[in-house]
């Protein structure tokens, strides 16, 4: 309990010496993490499906000359993959060509949703970044003004607490700004693997389709 209520105080002392940009950093970083959060909430459970699994039981239907129950299978699921793949089934009966342009106008639709807040994130980092440097540019003006009126004595000791108090600014905005790149990284790569299935599978569904095309001619 006393090592909670002291580390507590350490916090309360480390934000009020760091003066009013340490609760704007923290401001920024916490809209950071509500997108995040957001983010994460999407790509994890709303647009995410097994791509391989998903595909598998897809081709069953297909090779089964069940086209209704492909898309049935799509309709049952909001996540990215199956909407684009949907639109493809749909127009199973008709030319290649339109049924290309009906995968790419979904996708079209569906990509930017995925990537949609992304770069909110590269932004609120480099924003922690620049309101660290420009607290600790205030905190060493206000220091040197302090030492300007001081008793030549106190000078020395005036300057390095000043510099101590502006240096915390730019270690809490880099801190910040480190943790919400590495949030980036992680849902660009999830959102990087979502739309990479739908590049993927969208060409093995044409060929699909047009495999049965094929054979239903013959």
């Known amino acids: 309990m006393d090592t ?35 983010r994460f909430k999407k790509l994890s459970f709303t647009y995410h499906v097994d791509g391989p699994s998903f595909m598998n039981e897809l081709q069953r239907f297909i090779l089964s000359n069940d086209i209704q129950g492909a898309i049935r299978i799509c309709s049952g699921s909001k996540a990215s993959l199956p909407k684009v793949l949907k639109s493809g089934l749909k127009r199973a009966n008709q030319s290649q060509d339109q049924v290309q342009n009906a995968i ?3 996708a079209l639709e569906v990509i930017p949703r ?15 970044t620049l309101l660290g440097l420009l607290g600790t540019i205030q905190g060493l003006i206000e220091s040197f003004a302090a030492v300007a009126s001081a008793d030549p004595a106190q000078k020395a000791e005036l300057l390095t607490v000043g510099i101590s108090k502006a240096m915390n600014t730019t270690f809490l ?15 660009s790569s999830k959102a990087d693997k979502i739309i990479g299935e739908i590049d993927e599978f969208s060409v ?9 095309q094929v054979s239903e001619e013959e």
């Open 114 to 128: 995925v990537e949609a807040r992304l770069n909110y994130l590269q932004l609120i980092a480099n924003i922690s």
């Open 4 to 38: 909670l209520v002291e580390m507590t105080n350490t916090a309360a002392s480390f934000m009020q010496d760091g003066g009013v940009f340490m609760w704007v950093i923290l401001g920024v970083f916490a809209i950071g993490l509500a997108i995040s959060f957001e």
């Open 173 to 187: 905005g880099l801190i910040c700004a480190i943790s919400v790149m590495v949030i980036h990284a992680f849902l």
């Open 204 to 212: 093995k569904l044409m060929d699909m389709i047009g495999t049965k």
């Open 104 to 106: 790419d106008a979904t």
